[in-house]
């Protein structure tokens, strides 16, 4: 049984929002002083009309209080929902819902964007720029150069790549290149000339493309990893070891009398050697990856390079 | 095969027993751990001590830090950290271009799944090692090949010019040919060349595709002139020979060749 | 509370006792130390149960060092060598700092093997730890990959080349590989971007990783209790045997005992 309020104990007010727009308003009128007459002017209306509404809220209260009792049944402090909306507004249903999926847009708007910039930039952007290697008349006909070279200026020193390349003359006035790239195709490893690198022949030349190292060899044996024992021969070609194909080689261009190395692109396998070689070209594809036979199967897709 | 119900009366009676029989960790057990990570610590200094400054000057932990990192490096001989060294040497194993795969992925994602499912294969409350022979095989195997593997991993070489050239000043002292210029020259181009790739020489390269040991060449008396003419063109002088010909190194570093190979009589 | 000979004993006790007491009315924290501290353990533990808490030390003592490092490493793939070198020779304690880490990488991941290898033979990963087992694994495979990204940090030749392979291995695995690769690498080669992911990857992520997964592992032993050795009485496949009441005899010697209330045949 509820006690019914006596007229000695204090009268708590009902709980009201009005104070609120009060306090809006009593700030916005001292503001307005400062700032601008109009907006002092919306402030007192405020605080008038908010307070007029809260004033009349605590008297009417205490009435309703003192006054004869609601016919609120005892309840265990759950909000009291008349029983026939219960089924129209499911609130704690809702609630539930609300809450989860909110959550689960938030989850979204952080994590997506976030993981999205730490996946996707390795996939955009990566065409690779072409690289001047210098004038033609420094790579003697018949003669392997290990020219070390900056794939990408902008990034410099880290773009840094060696490659093997060689002048086969000209077949029907069509200048012939032979240009393999250094990176083994089982894991990546630095291949290195099977036989004597004249260092002391070495030397240096500015291109477009910024500084290029010419040293001429003699890579009898072909070209031999010294990671886990690959070897290939004097065109690329796989002899020994666990590499999965050829060497890759660059797509090249003779421009204003320079040689000038374009794209990467992988090869199975080279028939014959120098300008007549027969080259199997394939889409560049990572080390350790297949591009025919049936391992090709396992690699369908490769990402841009 | 224990069933779940066993299971959980052994664990159980584990519970009971330690309940009667048990010590507090704080101090008994507390003391092992504190003792063991102090020795973990102090070995942990010791070898940063090491590591800097060596023992009576040798630096038997390596070096402080290598070269900076060169992408267009031409002759660097690239290794694993130590801990690594047994998939490294398994790389190596699996020579076999279509088995690559098996060595980078599927040995190793066939020992992580072996490990996750360990709990639900072996069921058994059974603990006392002497009932146990398959976990005490396993134990065994995997310590010994782990162990041969990162040994094995640790030695290999390569045959590739600056491994081997290394090893030059040892081969001139057995041989006795320190000054014969000509031959040390050859033995330099030997090097280069990649010839251990396919040749072993007084315990450097690997043997390959049948190519002969070469340490005692110069005791067969084949003499200069066919070292040469075998040099030019090894299918030539030998029918069916893998070996490919070297005639592009020119006369002078042919004759040098040849000299280093006439000089290797077998270590005295 | 004990009982105290005199009140002013009682007084002291309770000014020392006072800060604890208001931590753990407003917290439960001394409580839960307590638990962890005095927590019963099987009175056999071994020397071989300390080497999970020393693995605990090696990884706490990386992380106070890393912690030491980032504060003058330069994670730019122009400046990086140059860091390292700085921190080696330069600053102040920096070579022991850089050497404890370099090897206390090594030190932890051979004690996490042999805590591995301690508990399989144990039988510790058996009902109820199999989820212990298993979160075990996983940091294992975790502290592997932090050692391979942080191997790159020096940004020396063999850094460079050994992450090379690295990347390379992961990118064979069939479908998804190569993209795997590039998203290691933060492109199509190893870039600029390589280097700082890498150094984020080893600072922020895994090490989040693995003091989640480690506190994970630590509240499962402290909740399921630690084993006891294998040649412990309970290691057995079934309940132990009941203690007989009293020692056979074979009455050869002596007179069999006879159950009390038996009468003696006449003729005896």
Redesign the interface.
Known sequence: MEERPGDDRPQLPPPSLWPVGFAVGVVCLLVGLVVSWWVAAAGAALALIFGFLWVRDVVSGRERATGPSSDEPATDGAPAIPEHEAERFPRSKFLEGATLGLGALIGALVTLPVVAAALVPGFVKQKSKPVNLGPLANFKEGQYY?A??ERNQKEG??????AFIRNNGSTNGKPSFTCIS?RCV??G??V??????FDKESKTVKSGSGEVDL?PA?P???F?C????G?Y?QEGN?I??????ALNRFEFAIVEDHLVLGDMYSVAKVDGSGASAKIHKYDLAGP?Q?VDGP?QL?YPLQPPH | M?S?DQ?????Q???A???K??????P???F??T???L???C???G???I??YGISGNHI?GS?????????????????????YFL?YL??I????????LA??GIPTLC?VL??I???V????????S??PV??VA?ALV?VSMGVLTYKGATAQ??????VKAAIPSWAKKQGFQNNQEALKGA??FA????T?CHTYLGTG?S??GAPDLSAEGAKGKGIQFQIDHLTCPSCVNPGSPM???K??GPD?LKALATFLEASKGSK | MAVTSTKKRGKLEGAAMYPLDWLEERSGLVGGIKY????????D?S?W???G??T???FL?QLVTGVILAMYYKPD?NSA?ES??HI?HDVWGG??V???H???A??F???LFMHM?RV???????????LN??VG?LI??TA?FE?LTG?LL?????????T???IN?NG???FV?PYLATILRGGAE?GPDTLARFYSIHMLLVPGALIGLIGLHLYLVVRL????P??SK????R??DPEPSAPPRSGLVQPAPRAAGVRRRPSE
């Open positions: 290990v070390t070279f020193y880290i773009s840094r790549m060696s250094n089982h894991l490893c630095p290195q000339a099977g036989g004597p690198v040293t003699l009898a044996a072909g031999i010294p990671c886990h024992g070897a021969d796989r020994a070891g666990p590499p999965v194909r350790g297949h391992e396992l | 224990s779940l299971r959980r009366a052994g664990f009676r584990y519970k027993r330690v309940k029989d048990g010590k507090p960790f704080y008994f057990a507390m092992h751990d003792v063991m990570s020795v973990v610590v070995v942990i200094i070898l940063a001590v590591w800097r932990l402080l830090i290598g070269a900076p990192a060169d992408p267009g490096t031409r002759n660097f001989v690239p290794r694993p950290d130590w801990y690594f490294f790389l190596r699996f020579k076999w271009p279509e088995s690559v795969i980078t992925i992580l490990l996750l360990l709990p639900f072996d069921t058994r409350t059974e603990r006392r090692l009932r146990r976990a005490i134990a310590i390569e045959a590739i010019a600056s491994e330099n181009l280069e060349s990649g010839c790739n690997s390959n595709l490919p010909p070297f592009a190194l570093n | 962890f501290l005095f927590r019963k353990v099987p009175g533990t020397w149960h300390t080497l808490s020393a605990l030390t090696a003592v793939v060598h390292v070198q080696t070579w022991l850089r050497g404890m370099r090897w206390g090594s030190v991941i051979i004690l290898g399989f033979l144990f039988g510790a990963y058996k009902y109820p730890r199999e087992w298993i694994v294992l495979a592997l050692g191997y020096p940004f020396d030749q063999t850094a460079y080349w050994a090379v392979v690295a291995i064979t695995a069939p590989g190893i209790g630690v084993t006891s294998p040649w309970d290691a057995a496949d309940p132990p």
